[in-house]
């Protein structure tokens, strides 16, 4: 089981843009799938966004897709989650996660293990 520590949430105005970071000791060296998970006040869980750590492939929530962008720094074990164009509905604590690996095809609504968040408010 990864660590992870999640950094970066702010309050933003609608339309903006806030990059989370998070640090996973030691999951660069490990095939899997990583990524980033939300949950609002009052809602589940919900994948965001995710990537293969040996193809780099990605997947996203359709709420997201076109406006996050996730990415990696292996030699640093950090994951990224870019996210442009934030509307209110984004409103959530973000946290970065491990996702089932099903023979190198991550799933963005299969994760299993996440860290304690970092918050990203939207206001209109």
Do not use: I
Request: with cysteine.
């Amino acid at each position: 089981q990864v660590q992870l520590q999640e950094s970066g949430g702010d309050t933003v105005q609608t339309g903006g843009s806030l990059r989370l970071s998070c640090v996973a000791p030691g999951y660069s060296a490990r095939s899997g799938c990583m990524g980033w998970t939300r949950q609002a006040p009052g809602k589940q869980r919900e994948g965001v966004a995710v990537f293969h750590t040996v193809d780099g492939g990605t997947s996203y929530a359709d709420s997201v897709n076109g406006r996050f962008v996730v990415s990696e720094d292996k030699a640093m074990d950090r994951l990224y989650l870019q996210m442009n164009n934030l509307k209110p509905e984004d409103t959530a604590m973000y946290s970065c996660a491990e996702f089932y690996d099903f023979g190198g095809a991550c799933d963005v609504t299969d994760f299993m293990n996440w860290g304690q968040g970092t918050q990203v408010t939207v206001s209109s």
